[in-house]
């Protein structure tokens, strides 16, 4: 019940089937928020119960095994349990979720981990073998066997989890310091953030929104290393114009602005019109991971006036 519970929120993964506008819809949002998680995890424990009352027929009612006994009250807090862990790993990892979708589509993220940390994998990792590899050790030379090994190495395993992504957590804390306490290119900084950039917590990926850049910089706090904001990367926004305005005011843009956290706009000149393409420079521009989507909106001149033509949701890695 606990692992069906764990994974089954990233059902809505499934969204991507349907393209780049669905999965911005759907993806850690329909199995991920608050309300649904309650439902999400009633379902499952329900299902469990009902397994578990189906072998008690077949059995003829003998007591056979404690999984006939199963309540779903019982059932219901284990599955909870599961589903509560992954929206608690999300929140630290990845883009966030919308806990309180469909109600109110805000995100929540707090930036620390990244989707696949290997410290993670190799901490539990050690938390299932080591146990096994210190019995086996027992057994060859004759110790007597004890009860509770493997409980006491999933505490261990869990304190120590909990252990590494405070430690990231104050990290993260200390890179957007940083990134605020300094200028770039003699430009204050009005919104900041630090992103995972690697598997090591010493080094993030720090982006700064002024008043018309967007500036990356590599933000490293291991021992002997200094920060330097006059290295940042600079992308600059573009310059107010009808064109501009005409892709902010696209419906894809607006609900696109709901989820982007350092949107950066271009336009170009195209053939009939204007292009206008909008995406989240939180996501390196090379980053193939399906959450880093852009908006593309074109633009028809006609009569001297700017009308849309189209909109869309695109998969950066599709981008052409």
Request: some cysteine; glycine content about 10%; aromatic content about 8%.
């Amino acid at each position: 019940m606990l692992v069906a519970a764990g994974v089954a929120p990233d059902l809505d993964y499934a969204s991507y089937l349907g393209g780049a506008s669905s999965f911005l819809r759907f993806d850690r949002t329909l199995l991920h928020s608050l309300p649904s998680s309650i439902l999400l995890a009633s379902a499952i424990a329900g299902a469990f119960c009902v397994f578990a009352r189906n072998r008690d027929e077949v059995h003829g009612g003998a007591d056979v095994s404690g999984a006939e006994k199963l309540r779903f009250a019982a059932a219901f807090i284990v599955c909870a349990i599961g589903v509560a862990g992954h929206l608690l790993l999300d929140l630290v990892s990845g883009v966030g979720v919308q806990l309180l979708w469909p109600f109110r589509t805000r995100w929540a993220a707090f930036d620390l981990l990244t989707e696949l940390d290997p410290w993670i994998l190799i901490l539990l990792g050690a938390g299932l073998l080591l146990p096994m590899l210190l019995r086996l050790v027992g057994e060859e030379i004759g110790e007597r066997k004890k009860r509770g090994g493997g409980q006491r190495g999933a505490i261990a395993t869990l304190v120590l989890l909990l252990v590494y992504i405070g430690t990231r957590g104050l990290l993260h804390s200390r890179a957007v310091e940083l990134l605020d306490s300094h200028d770039y290119h003699g430009r204050a900084p009005f919104a900041v953030g630090a992103f995972p950039a690697s598997s090591t917590p010493l080094v993030w990926r720090g982006v700064v929104s002024t008043d018309n850049t967007i500036e990356l910089v590599e933000v490293p706090l291991g021992p002997g290393t200094e920060f330097d904001s006059e290295r940042s990367v600079t992308h600059y926004k573009p310059e107010e114009s009808s064109a501009l305005e005409a892709g902010e005011q696209a419906a894809a843009t607006r609900r696109f602005l709901e989820y982007a956290r350092f949107p950066l706009a271009t336009v170009v000149r195209a053939e009939a019109g204007y292009r206008f393409e909008l995406r989240d420079a939180r996501f390196e521009e090379n980053d193939g991971s399906p959450a880093n989507i852009l908006v593309r909106v074109e633009i028809r001149e006609e009569n001297q006036a700017l009308r849309i033509a189209s909109e869309e949701f695109l998969f950066a890695r599709s981008r052409n």
